[in-house]
């Protein structure tokens, strides 16, 4: 019976890290290059010149370029997963490896992040309206997400600090991986609610995006962050309890299914939510061509 459940748990886990690689390294880099794409082509830099600040001769040509080595790059990276698969499977590979893969698939994505900053600090300083019109509507986080998903991250947030502190004795007792751990992720939530007061209350990140593209992009944002939050919870609420009671060959399985839902959930509601096919782009055209009013 043992044997039968090890079988199961480990064919359960090949199945669910196949679906990381392509899921994280296939499926969403194709559909954001496709997005770039889509972008570049039914609005270019000729017609549409605020959109892309430091666009020069050869702009286009160079950013399909950069597509396809990205799209490049995320394929040796499948190709890496289905190696240490192969690994795991006649070497006996530690399944632990899986989350460390799911970091080198990350790196991509952060390349776009920290590319999509630069832009976006570009624009500001390339950007000098001539008339400043300031939002004066009184923007509440309930504007922006059901106040009761906040009560649930912060519940769940309460109870993975009681559950994971339970059994670590006095404060003068803890450890430093104690003590780290709770410095991470109280730092993050903390993070999260400087950010989400950010983006319902401050500066603009893209100087030009017209007020309802703004206030979607928030909206996804803040969503986004509180059910990071709330998953983030439960995840560590779930690998804690199975360490404490002996369910260790089921964690590979968690981590790599909750590393799947964050990228969903980070990703794919962005892409669902955010459409260029909705958006409103006449407000990176140049002033002169802008419709009166």
Same mark, same amino acid.
């Given at each position: 019976?043992?044997?039968?459940?090890?079988?199961?748990?480990?064919?359960?886990?090949?199945?669910?890290?196949?679906?990381? #690689?392509?899921? #994280?390294?296939?499926?969403?880099?194709?559909?954001?290059?496709?997005?770039?794409?889509?972008?570049?082509?039914?609005?270019?830099?000729?017609?549409?010149?605020?959109?892309?600040?430091?666009?020069?001769?050869?702009?286009?040509?160079?950013?399909?370029?950069?597509?396809?080595?990205?799209?490049?790059?995320?394929?040796? #990276?499948?190709?890496?997963?289905?190696?240490?698969?192969?690994?795991?499977?006649?070497?006996?590979?530690?399944?632990?490896?899986?989350?460390?893969?799911?970091?080198?698939?990350?790196?991509?994505?952060?390349?776009?992040?920290?590319?999509?900053?630069?832009?976006?600090?570009?624009?500001?300083?390339?950007?000098?309206?001539?008339?400043?019109?300031?939002?004066?509507?009184?923007?509440?986080?309930?504007?922006?997400?059901?106040?009761?998903?906040?009560?649930?991250?912060?519940?769940?947030?309460?109870?993975?600090?009681?559950?994971?502190?339970?059994?670590?004795?006095?404060?003068?007792?803890?450890?430093?991986?104690?003590?780290?751990?709770?410095?991470?992720?109280?730092?993050?939530?903390?993070?999260?609610?400087?950010?989400?007061?950010?983006?319902?209350?401050?500066?603009?990140?893209?100087?030009?995006?017209?007020?309802?593209?703004?206030?979607?992009?928030?909206?996804?944002?803040?969503?986004?962050?509180?059910?990071?939050?709330?998953?983030?919870?439960?995840?560590?609420?779930?690998?804690?309890?199975?360490?404490?009671?002996?369910?260790?060959?089921?964690?590979?399985?968690?981590?790599?299914?909750?590393?799947?839902?964050?990228?969903?959930?980070?990703?794919?509601?962005?892409?669902?939510?955010?459409?260029?096919?909705?958006?409103?782009?006449?407000?990176?055209?140049?002033?002169?061509?802008?419709?009166?009013?």
């Amino acid at each position: 019976m043992a044997d039968i459940t090890t079988t199961a748990v480990s064919a359960l886990f090949y199945l669910v890290f196949a679906c990381q #690689i392509v899921l #994280i390294s296939l499926f969403y880099p194709r559909k954001l290059m496709a997005r770039m794409t889509y972008v570049l082509e039914h609005f270019p830099p000729a017609e549409y010149p605020k959109l892309y600040p430091d666009a020069g001769p050869g702009f286009e040509a160079s950013m399909k370029g950069k597509a396809r080595l990205y799209l490049a790059v995320n394929m040796i #990276i499948a190709a890496l997963g289905v190696v240490a698969m192969g690994l795991m499977l006649t070497w006996g590979l530690s399944r632990g490896a899986c989350a460390g893969y799911f970091i080198l698939q990350a790196m991509p994505y952060l390349y776009l992040s920290i590319k999509e900053m630069a832009q976006f600090k570009a624009m500001r300083a390339a950007y000098r309206p001539r008339l400043r019109v300031a939002d004066l509507t009184p923007r509440r986080l309930s504007d922006f997400v059901a106040l009761p998903y906040v009560a649930v991250a912060a519940v769940l947030y309460v109870a993975w600090l009681a559950f994971f502190l339970s059994g670590k004795g006095a404060p003068e007792s803890w450890g430093t991986s104690v003590v780290a751990t709770l410095l991470l992720i109280s730092g993050m939530n903390l993070a999260y609610v400087f950010i989400i007061r950010r983006f319902i209350s401050g500066k603009k990140l893209n100087p030009i995006a017209g007020h309802a593209d703004q206030m979607l992009q928030t909206k996804t944002t803040v969503k986004g962050l509180v059910y990071s939050s709330i998953g983030v919870s439960l995840f560590l609420i779930v690998i804690d309890a199975m360490r404490r009671y002996g369910l260790h060959d089921v964690g590979p399985v968690v981590t790599s299914f909750y590393m799947q839902a964050c990228v969903v959930f980070a990703i794919g509601m962005t892409l669902d939510k955010i459409r260029p096919e909705t958006m409103d782009f006449d407000v990176y055209k140049p002033d002169d061509t802008l419709p009166a009013g």
